[in-house]
């Protein structure tokens, strides 16, 4: 039986990966629809993980085994870096071992976008290196077959002033970050270098790049970014893009890149506007909004979508982890209920929220949970579906 090896840069060639719907597409249908197998296939999993999400890691495992290729497993830490304890950290890397054994390496992306302020694990450069390190020194010990990525945000925009977890003014995190100690945080201070865990620590580097949309200018800001902000060629080293041909679009090392000279695994992720970008609106009244209305909530997912933005507004990942589905399911119910004129999408920071239209709609929701309906088996199925 052979030893397991970590995932190694390809002497030829971009390794082409996917981030799946999984509720809608297996690996095996995506590789027979594309016509080729994705050499890295992503997924993403709570930190310590739940039962529900130690599940959904297993079953992508188990699709990637047979299919072939790399598991990008990014972990995120929601109670913070310390969350990440030495026990959770050893767990973690049996489960990998197992995984590695049976002939999938897998590429661990810890607490991606660190350097941002919109996680629970961002801005606190000391908590969260010695929470990588952690989980490194874990992985490197008993995962023979894995590696650790690390990954921050594009530094464009930095130090995203506004997030909930920004640093605070006094603070030792923020004394960190001040990296040319002139009292303030901005983006002459390096966005990457204080979240550095050590080249000991990382094997590969990634990167987070945000795509707003697929026209220009974006429909909400009237502006486009600068030419070739985000490709350039790097003579000096081999970047890997990991990319989906459906759904990514692939970005070599930005301006300003990292320091560290492991393999950059670059993504560049759509998260919040994938599908269509809607360039004119057709207002609609009376009939044909609630045609509109009874299509978007046929389908269970959207209903549940639309009872939660009644409540108040939301983010596409606080949304898709409240309802249990993937963020690419999520992603593409709340292109279809904006193509339906029910939801909006309002940018806050380098996040986008989403709330109702219209207020009113509010109201119609929780009137219509409120009605007791009477209904004739022989005419509607349970789902809903008319039998007549």
Not at 250 to 274: D, F, G, K
Not at 355 to 371: F, N, P, Q, S, T
Request: hydrophobic share 35%; charged share 20%.
């Amino acid at each position: 039986m052979c030893e397991p090896t970590p995932p190694l840069v390809p002497k030829d060639g971009i390794p082409a990966g996917v981030n799946l719907d999984w509720e809608h597409e297996t690996l095996e249908q995506y590789a027979a629809n594309l016509g080729h197998r994705p050499a890295v296939t992503v997924t993403f999993t709570d930190f310590p993980m739940s039962d529900n999400y130690r599940g959904n890691v297993d079953a992508t495992f188990e699709q990637i085994r047979g299919n072939g290729g790399t598991m990008l497993l990014t972990l995120e830490p929601k109670q913070g870096p310390a969350s990440a304890t030495t026990e959770v950290a050893n767990e973690l890397s049996s489960t990998l071992a197992r995984f590695n054994s049976a002939g999938v390496p897998v590429i661990v992306r810890f607490a991606h976008e660190m350097n941002g302020s919109w996680y629970a694990w961002g801005q606190q450069p000391a908590a969260y290196v010695a929470a990588y390190q952690r989980v490194a020194d874990a992985v490197h010990s008993k995962a023979a077959g894995s590696a650790m990525m690390w990954a921050p945000n594009y530094g464009g925009g930095y130090p995203f002033s506004g997030g909930q977890n920004e640093a605070a003014a006094g603070s030792p995190d923020f004394a960190t970050l001040d990296t040319d100690k002139d009292g303030t945080i901005t983006g002459a201070d390096d966005p990457y270098a204080p979240y550095y865990p050590g080249d000991e620590s990382v094997d590969w580097v990634g990167m987070s790049l945000y795509h707003w949309g697929n026209t220009y200018p974006p429909p909400w800001t009237g502006q486009r970014p600068r030419t070739r902000r985000f490709v350039r060629p790097t003579p000096q080293r081999s970047p890997t893009g990991l990319c989906s041909p459906r759904h990514r679009r692939r970005a070599h090392l930005p301006p300003s890149p990292p320091r560290p000279s492991q393999p950059i695994l670059s993504t560049a992720w759509n998260e919040y506007t994938h599908g269509c970008t809607i360039d004119s609106m057709e207002a609609l009244t009376h009939a044909p909004v609630l045609a509109r209305f009874g299509y978007a909530i046929s389908d269970p997912t959207r209903a549940q979508v639309l009872l939660a933005l009644a409540e108040s507004p939301s983010y596409p990942s606080d949304l898709a982890d409240a309802l249990g589905v993937s963020r690419q399911s999520m992603s593409n119910h709340l292109t279809c209920l904006r193509g339906c004129g029910l939801v909006v999408a309002v940018p806050d920071g380098r996040r986008t929220r989403y709330e109702l239209a219209d207020a009113r709609l509010g109201h119609a929701i929780k009137d219509l949970v409120g009605v007791v309906l009477a209904v004739d088996p022989a005419c509607c199925a349970p789902d809903g579906t008319c039998l007549t």
